[in-house]
């Protein structure tokens, strides 16, 4: 053995090993203490995003990471990590700011964020049981809360997915095989095309991924009928009951669509009767409850949602009403063996024997293969504040839109389009007489907020006044910060007019 000092040093040329893994976890402590004392001297910007047109803050950014190349030689992780939080902040979006009220994006809760880390570190993939036992344990564990939470029954079962429209995605999938093995077709076998005519029903409010859905799984996007909805903007029961008694016998009924929390107004259709109508015709009833399932955590708004149970398949977005980090979606279905359809059996990843052993993953559960462990940071917020925790912050987002909804009603200059049902209002900036101008300014309003930074708020079209009425640009506020007040949406809305009067003059003054 060679004394101590006779050890050789360690060639200059090869680096320390990195730290790997849950292993590395002590170094990624470390690295945080870096990015915060970095978040500590940026230049944060005051309003939720920063200011100036998108090419300027786009040049900013990429300024700042540097030449678009791959380095020889790396940084080092604390430069890595400084240059990229200075990016993130000074030209990124603060969701937790108060003023920043536009998408279904929430800010995500630190529990969240803690726990997606330690998902990161041990690197599991849900496919099979040798490449993730713990997490596939979590994955079932919060599937099983949240089928319950859903009152979906015993038979029940679900998986994580990338996203609400994948999720969407997978429910019609599912639907369609139901609906061709009625028929006694075998798409897997004999192709989509041996379906006659599939036609899936849905609200004329219904989210786009519906239409995209049916284009990827062949169904075509004419396959799609959107049903009328009343004043609320929920799906017409007899509507629907109209359009499936005047459907040919050729025609193969696939599925009705309910949404349950539209994206622009939040409205649930009537989940009840629309099962109750598509079970008297076979039909799969699909639920796509991405915003509006966690009004579930809440005692106050949980009945908006009667008639959930009776679904055949739900969608769920917890990084909505849930606070998570995208993405954290889910497709329940109220019976497991629907399943079946995407059972396969790869030698080197679910051999039968092994399966037969209890060797199995949930490869047969989700389109995807490798897939990351997202119920982690799911798991984590359940446990940490319960239905009850939950709820308080999904009453308080209500509790928000509703003071937004009456001070929208208190103010000459604008106008209320679509009350809270949720956590969202539509309004407009009234601007004069003339519908088109009244448009622009409407548009130049919201660009204005962006190009200056003080405040980040939606934008969509619906029509102004009655059911039927030509569809008019408005402005939306969608609020899922429980840590905001009502003082800060009184601020909002004063920066909102603010906006409207600065653009008004701009616009006279450009007429002129």
Known sequence: MLPLTAVPPRPRSSPPSPALGLDGLGEVHGLLGEIIDTLAAARRPAGPLPAGTPADVLAAAAEALGPPRLPDEGLGAKAALQRLTAVLVEQGLDLAHPRAAAHLQPPPLAVAIAADTLAAAGNASLDTYDSGPSAIAIE????????????????????????????????????????????????????????????????????????????????????????????????????????????????????????AGTTDFGSVDPLAQIAEIAAGHGMWTHVDAAYGFGALFSDRLRDRLAGLDLADSVTLDLHKLGWQPAAASALLVSDGSAFTALDREVAYLNPADDTDAGYDGLLGRSLQTTRRPDAVKAAATLLAYGRTGLGRMADTCHDLARHAERRILAEPDLELVSPAQLTTVVFRYRGGADPAAADALNGAVRRRLLQTGSALIGRTEAPAGEPGAPHRVCLKFTLLNPSATADDIDDLVDTVLDAGRTCERLMEETAA
């Open 140 to 259: 079932r564990w919060l599937i099983t809360a949240l089928t319950a939470l859903a009152g979906l029954g015993d038979r029940a079962d679900g998986v994580l997915t990338p996203g609400g429209s994948l999720s969407n995605l997978m429910g019609l999938l599912l639907a369609r095989d139901a609906a061709a093995l009625r028929r006694g077709i075998d798409v897997r076998e004999q192709g989509v095309a041996a379906l006659p005519a599939p036609v899936v029903f849905c609200s004329e409010y219904a989210h786009f991924s519906t239409h995209r859905a049916c284009a990827t799984l062949g169904l075509g996007e004419a396959a799609v009928r959107t049903v009328p909805a009343d004043g609320r903007r929920r799906m017409r029961p007899e509507a629907l009951a109209a359009a499936l008694a005047s459907l040919h016998p050729d025609q193969t009924p696939v599925a009705v669509v309910a949404t």
